[in-house]
């Protein structure tokens, strides 16, 4: 879940290299580094603990140019975040490395180095790769021959990226199982581990498949398969924009991406629904067939992604599929029993989160009749690996709490309930109702979202609070449960969701006058029920912050609501997110944490 950004030109590559480390910063921000080749051939090396500004402001003070480097921006798996523990890697002068993912057996590695004389001054498992690579380049490998040798010997999943004074005209970079580009320039080319590292310099990528190892020169690229033989990668022309990175006048990229949920949630829905029905034929050729045969759905998804699917679960179990949704990490380790007629859906924005992935490869074997994607990111690994994929179309979501990705899966996963429910009964006039309830969502966000400053006075009651408990029933537990992680995310507050029912057979021993409590309560069959549980709560002095339902008469005393208008029945869990995104964008304004880049987290998981 590192960020790796790479470059080679007749031209000082130094301020590509530290802008392509902030759109990358998203990935990992405990600290930052550069090895670029100066004017006199030598490696020079500048590492800064924090934020790429911090390295900037390093780099700057030498004066350093050249036209060669690779820089990294981190995020902590093997050591603490420290100076020495940032990337590049370097082995003395000989060669410098940064790499992205995890070398499993790293400690194996590093004793058989430390036995050949080698010292290491880090805790990281990188390093390992950087004194292995020094030795075969001491057996006279040229860099590419030792990229490939070391990369046997790895066990892991990494994209990695190596420079040697030795061999100066290249950069030579490796993946297996987490991603990386090569960005197409003219006279220059580039490598990264995302696209939107490389939009101010190029739309033109090639997506270096699982086991391939390139040779990155300023006249063209090379690229060996996992078999040692020269192959072409298609060079794909990318639809991502520039501007799409920026924050334009927003104080925050989390702020932005929530005011950007009406026209990303019309752009979802474009070219899918006509004249009041599904076109079905706009999710791929090979989806009827597929959907033909489901009589199952399971959903593996991690963090928000699971929560979207959680919500899905209760619209395809009433559409009559049955559909069991798991964590991707946990799934993944378990002998799973797959019913005939199974559909793998598997859901991610990045389409890079390392365990589903891992749990999409594994479930070839498993008797799935195929898999689904439901995916941000058109480049991802998972779109590769998958027999269908739904694109979210939400655009490039930066901020590390996820808003408009969460909002717009949910919006193609109820598109897919209809096309399943075309299969089960669904009749012409119920699926003009389904259709014309996300034709009206864009503009039920947009109302929503004037209520902004009402949330934010809302907001100021949690400055002091160090817990809370956020309640649902039906789809909109799993509601509350987002809405819980978005706010312990960003604001460090720790917030917990249970189900109303579940009140009485635990939680409710937490209530006190301290412990606010967050629920949502639509006008649906479950309202009174909620409600009774409300009423238990007040009854212990907990303070209530409810978002209703113009048409609720809540009849307690001692709350704060917001009145909602318009919600339709099937989209309102969509709804009534929004207000809790803003709830805690707000509150963590106040708390004074970093909104865009909270401790402790990165945007697109790509380890264990």
């Known amino acids: 879940m590192c960020g790796i950004v790479g470059a080679i030109s007749e031209n000082n590559i130094l301020p590509l290299l530290l802008e392509g480390l902030q759109r990358l910063e998203y990935r990992g921000y405990d600290s930052a580094g550069v090895a670029i080749r100066n004017n006199k051939g030598e490696l020079k090396r500048f590492r800064a603990l924090g934020k790429v500004a911090e390295l900037k402001a390093l780099v700057e003070q030498s004066h350093v140019t050249g036209n060669l480097g690779i820089a990294h921006t981190r ?62 380049l001491e057996s006279g490998l040229s860099l590419l021959a030792a ?23 290249r ?66 022309e990318s639809a991502l924009s520039n501007t799409s990175v920026d924050k334009g006048p927003y104080a925050h990229y989390m702020l932005k991406e929530i005011y950007e949920q009406p026209s990303v949630i019309s752009e979802t829905l474009e070219g899918r629904i006509h004249h009041g029905r599904l ?27 699971y929560h979207a699917g959680l919500v899905a679960k209760y619209w395809f179990e009433e559409a009559g599929i049955s559909c069991s949704v798991e ?27 390392a365990d589903t992935l891992a749990a999409l490869k594994g479930s070839r074997s498993q008797g799935y009749i195929g898999s689904l994607c439901v995916c941000n990111v058109a480049e991802s690994s998972l779109v590769r690996e998958s027999d269908v994929s739904l694109m979210t179309r939400a655009g490039t979501e930066i901020g590390v709490a996820s808003t408009k990705a969460f909002t717009t899966q949910l919006v193609a996963l109820r598109l897919l309930m209809i096309a399943l429910a075309r299969r089960t009964g669904l009749t012409a006039e119920q699926e003009k109702e389904l259709v014309d309830e996300l034709h009206a969502l864009p503009r039920q966000v947009e109302v929503v979202l004037q209520l902004a400053d009402e949330i934010q006075i809302m907001a100021a009651d949690f400055s002091d609070k160090h817990n809370a408990l956020f309640l649902g029933r039906g789809p909109f537990y799993p509601v509350a449960m987002e809405g819980a992680l978005k706010l312990k995310e960003i604001s460090y507050i720790h917030a917990e969701a249970y189900p109303a029912g579940e009140l009485k057979h635990g939680p409710l021993a937490l209530v006190d006058e301290s412990m606010p409590v967050v629920c949502a309560l639509p006008d649906d069959p479950l309202l009174e029920k909620v409600l009774s549980n409300l009423q238990e709560v007040r009854a212990r002095g907990g303070e209530l912050f409810l978002f209703s339902d113009q048409k609720v008469d809540i009849g307690l005393d001692r709350y704060q609501s917001l ?41 697109s998981v790509t380890v264990e």
């Open 75 to 136: 995020w902590a798996t093997h050591g603490a975040p420290a100076t020495r523990n940032a990337h590049p890697h370097m082995s003395g002068v000989r060669v410098a490395v940064v790499h992205n993912g995890i070398i499993e057996n790293h400690n194996v590695l590093r004793d058989r180095l430390i036995a050949l004389g080698y010292s290491f001054t880090s805790e990281t498992d990188t390093e390992v790769i950087a004194h292995l690579m020094a030795h075969k």
């Open 327 to 353: 964590v991707a990490s946990e799934y993944r380790y378990r002998k799973a029993v797959v019913p005939d007629g199974s559909l793998l859906i598997t859901i991610s924005q990045s389409g890079e989160t």
């Open 279 to 305: 076109l079905e034929a706009s999710f791929g050729h090979e989806t009827t067939a597929l959907l033909d045969k489901t009589k199952h759905v399971q959903i593996i998804a991690c963090g928000t992604s």
């Open 171 to 236: 950069i030579v970079v490796t993946r297996e199982g987490s991603p990386l580009v090569i960005g197409i320039g003219k006279g220059e080319n580039f490598i990264a581990s995302d696209v939107a590292a490389l939009l101010s310099v190029t739309r033109r990528f090639i997506f270096l498949e699982e086991g391939d190892v390139a040779e990155v020169r300023r006249d063209g690229v090379t690229i060996y398969n996992a078999n040692g033989d020269v192959v072409e990668r298609p060079v794909k």
């Open 563 to 603: 009145t909602l208008s318009d919600i339709y029945p099937g989209t309102a869990p969509i709804v009534y997110s929004i207000p809790l995104q803003l709830l805690a964008y707000h509150v963590a304004l106040i708390k004074g944490t970093d909104v865009d880049q909270p401790r402790n987290l990165a945007k």
């Open 147 to 169: 990229v490939v040798e070391v990369a046997a010997e790895l066990d892991g999943a990494y994209a990695l990226a190596a420079s040697s004074p030795e061999d100066a005209d």
